[in-house]
């Protein structure tokens, strides 16, 4: 399904009735990172999985992508969807767009899920590099990308054990547009630091960490956690940093049983 929001055409699945559950996905992906969580957690839940702006089947933007932007489009799918609060489940730059949502919309949160992701933005190195990489994929596209990030994203095992994924994730990645890709590694260099604001989430918040994430060390979620008020850490053993696609079962389970608390809390 496609809505217009802040003047572009956002693409999304609405699927299921119950408590509305936001996955708002990583980068460079589109909606479809979420497909085993939409397939199971859509029997009991509303899920709304959008293709953020540049991915997917959603319009290519301007120059940069900003999480608060990102966090704008989501808010205005939401208010069109009549959607007052939601649980929101961040991977990665989905992390980083959750929590601009929780600075500028707290109360539309129902519940905050953190997984694979972090606070603190990007080092001067980091930064650099992707303006560099954005560059680059403008002049050669973005095959290069594809191959660099499947061997950075799924952990050794996962590579070894399941093909399948491989070219699922490279696939996925290939397939977005080097606007969009640009737009957004411009938005994550110039994100701000959000750590300050750990302390003042108000709603229940669970971090999830794949055991073997290379791109965000697990010493970064227990960081991340410490910072919560009222927040805890799911250590998912064998998986990388797409933990929701390496162990899509045990995720599962995790999620469902924090969906479950929120159901309880919230009545
Ligand atoms: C992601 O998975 O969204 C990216 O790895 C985030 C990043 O590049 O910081």
């Not at 956002?10 to 909606?31: A, K, N, R, T």
């Not at 750990?198 to 697990?218: H, Q, R």
Request: hydrophobic fraction near 40%; glycine fraction near 8%; charged fraction near 20%.
């Amino acid at each position: 399904m496609k809505v217009e929001v802040n003047g572009i055409q956002l693409s999304y699945v609405d699927q299921g009735e119950g408590l509305p559950v936001l996955f708002i996905h990583g980068f460079p992906f589109d909606h479809q990172l979420w497909q085993p969580q939409i397939e199971t957690l859509s029997q009991n839940n509303r899920v709304i999985a959008p293709d953020l702006r540049g991915f997917g089947d959603s319009d290519i933007p301007g120059d940069t992508s900003s999480m608060t932007q990102f966090a704008a489009d989501l808010i205005a799918l939401l208010d069109l969807l009549g959607i007052d609060q939601a649980a929101v489940c961040g991977l990665s730059m989905g992390g980083y767009i959750s929590l601009a949502i929780a600075e500028s919309f707290p109360e539309r949160l129902l519940g905050l899920v953190l997984s694979n992701t972090r606070s603190a933005k990007d080092t001067y190195a980091v930064r650099q590099n992707r303006y560099n990489t954005a560059e680059k994929v403008i002049s050669e596209g973005n095959g290069f990308m594809a191959e660099d990030m499947v061997g950075n994203v799924l952990c050794e095992k996962t590579i070894q054990n399941n093909p399948g994924l491989v070219d699922f994730v490279r696939d996925m990645i290939q397939r977005q547009s080097n606007a969009g890709i640009y737009a957004a590694l411009r938005g994550m260099a110039e994100r701000k630091d959000r750590t300050f604001l750990l302390s003042d989430i108000e709603v229940p918040t669970m971090v999830i960490a794949g055991k073997e994430d290379s791109i965000i060390p697990l010493f970064e979620s227990k960081r991340l956690v410490n910072n919560l008020t009222i927040g805890y850490l799911e250590v998912i053993e064998d998986s990388g940093h797409l933990s929701n696609l390496e162990q899509p079962e045990r995720y599962n389970e995790i999620l469902e049983k924090y969906l479950e608390s929120l159901a309880v809390f919230s009545k």
